[in-house]
C-alpha cells in the first residue's frame, strides 16, 4: 500500500510542477501556435491585440478540458509503459491528476514572473562582469591590448643559504624550581 501511496504522490506533485511547466510553456510558444490554429480552423484571423493560448488568458473550464487531456495522454503512457503499478492506481492518479494539473496552472503565473526575472538577473551578472573585466570577454584574447602587456624576465637563480641553526637556551634550574614551588 505504502507504494501504490507514495506512486500517487509522487505524481501528485509532478502534475503540480509541469502544469505550471505547460502554463510558461503556453504563455512562450503556445500563443503562436494557437493563433496558427485558429487561422487553420477559423474563418477569420484572431486579431493581433488579442494574446490567447491553449492555457493562456483561458476560462477555467477551458483549463480543465486541456487538464485532463494531458492526464489522459500520460495515463495512457503510463498504462502501455513498464511503470504502471496496476489499472485501479492509474484510474486513481488520473482523477488527482486534473486538479494537481489545474493548481499548477493556477501556480503558472507566479513561476512565469520568476522565468522572466531569470533574464534580469543574467543580465545584471553580464553587466557585472563586464565592469570587472573592463569590457572584454574572459574568453576572447582578441580584445586584449598587447602593447599594455609586460613581459617579466626570470631573475637568476642563486642558491639559497642555509638558515643559521637556532641557540638552544638552557633553562635556569633555579628558576624552574621557583616555578615549580611558586616562590
Not at 510542477?17 to 503562436?32: E, M, N, T
Not at 484571423?45 to 492555457?55: E, K, Q, S, T, Y
Not at 488527482?96 to 513561476?111: H, N, R, S
Amino acid at each position: 500500500m505504502s507504494n501504490h501511496t507514495s506512486y500517487i504522490v509522487f505524481w501528485m506533485i509532478m502534475f503540480v510542477i509541469l502544469g505550471a511547466f505547460w502554463y510558461i510553456i503556453d504563455r512562450r510558444y503556445g500563443v503562436k501556435w494557437y493563433r496558427l490554429w485558429y487561422r487553420l480552423t477559423h474563418k477569420d484571423p484572431l486579431p493581433d491585440n488579442i494574446a490567447v493560448g491553449f492555457v493562456y488568458n483561458r476560462r477555467s473550464r477551458h483549463k480543465a478540458v486541456m487538464a485532463a487531456v494531458l492526464s489522459t495522454l500520460q495515463t495512457f503512457v503510463a498504462l502501455y509503459s513498464v511503470q504502471s503499478l496496476n489499472l485501479l492506481v492509474e484510474l486513481v492518479l488520473w482523477l488527482v491528476e486534473i486538479p494537481m494539473t489545474m493548481i499548477g496552472f493556477m501556480i503558472g503565473p507566479f513561476a512565469f514572473k520568476l522565468w522572466g526575472r531569470k533574464d534580469e538577473m543574467l543580465d545584471a551578472i553580464d553587466d557585472l562582469e563586464q565592469k570587472h573585466l573592463g569590457g572584454r570577454d574572459i574568453e576572447d584574447d582578441s580584445t586584449r591590448d598587447k602593447a599594455k602587456e609586460v613581459k617579466v624576465k626570470p631573475a637568476a637563480k642563486k642558491e639559497p643559504e642555509p638558515a643559521p641553526a637556532p641557540k638552544e637556551e638552557k633553562p635556569d634550574p633555579k628558576k624552574l624550581f621557583d616555578r615549580y614551588t611558586k616562590r
